[in-house]
């Protein structure tokens, strides 16, 4: 069965840092395209970035470009989203999911909330 | 403001059959048959119920279906159940700069 456990999340003040981890199992991990997309409260699903199987290739949406990161450790099974110079318009729940194939978003964990404010 | 159009809300009674439509550009939907459309209940996370326009994953039963005319997807549930009450999204490619986009997502009713 697969699954995505992310962690991380929490309440930061604006202009402030945070690293979300996600946790995959129950599939190959190294063989999948991840991506992190997120869902301010109330509001609809935003496409964040996503990286290729071995790490070498990432894509960010304009709004984080500059100030995400999105890294993977294929050893630990682990993908991670590190968030800098956080706006109050990053409060959201932030998605990891997995590719079906490279394009497709098929398998989602269950989010962790950020929240930037003061 | 999302990339792709879908109305805010959609209803129908059991039995009945709904469709959702999804309105994007040239520049997305109609340029690739990359559609996907994602079920979203309250609290939880979305689930895939169709890709590729048309193509269903496995579980997913076959009175959820897709198409797609030109620059509009639409998702089509037949036979409303209870369960099906839910947010849908749809997601397109959009190339290798913007990627991924989603609609606003439409709230479906089952009457």
């Known amino acids: 069965e697969v699954q995505l456990v992310e962690s991380g999340g929490g309440l930061v003040q604006p202009g402030g840092s945070l690293r979300l981890s996600c946790a995959a199992s129950?599939?190959?991990?190294?063989?999948?395209?991840m991506h992190w997309v997120r869902q301010a409260p109330g509001t609809g699903l935003v496409w964040v970035s996503r990286?290729?199987?071995?790490?070498?290739?990432?894509t960010y949406a304009d709004s984080v470009k500059g100030r995400f990161t999105i890294s993977r450790d294929n050893a630990k099974n682990t993908l991670y989203l590190q968030m800098n110079s956080l706006r109050a318009e990053d409060t959201a729940v932030y998605y990891c999911?997995?590719?079906?194939?490279?394009?497709?978003?098929?398998?989602w964990g269950q989010g962790t909330l950020v929240t930037v404010s003061s | 403001q999302s990339a792709l159009t879908q109305p805010p809300s959609a209803s129908g009674s059991p039995g009945q059959s709904v469709t959702i439509s999804c309105t994007g550009t040239?520049?997305?939907?109609?340029?690739?048959?990359?559609v996907s459309w994602y079920q979203q209940h309250p609290g939880k996370a979305p689930k895939l119920v169709i890709y590729?326009?048309?193509k269903r994953p496995s579980g997913v039963p076959d009175r959820f279906s897709g198409s797609k005319s030109g620059n509009t997807a639409s998702l089509t549930v037949s036979g409303l159940q209870a369960e099906d009450e839910a947010d849908y999204y749809c997601?397109?490619?959009?190339?290798?700069?913007?990627?991924?986009?989603f609609g606003g997502g439409t709230k479906l009713t089952v009457l």
């Open positions: 129950g599939f190959t991990f190294s063989s999948y395209w």
């Open positions: 997601s397109s490619y959009a190339g290798s700069n913007k990627y991924v986009v």
């Open positions: 590729e326009v048309s």
């Open positions: 040239s520049s997305d939907v109609g340029g690739y048959n990359y």
């Open positions: 990286i290729n199987s071995d790490g070498s290739s990432a």
């Open positions: 999911a997995r590719s079906m194939t490279t394009v497709t978003v098929y398998y």
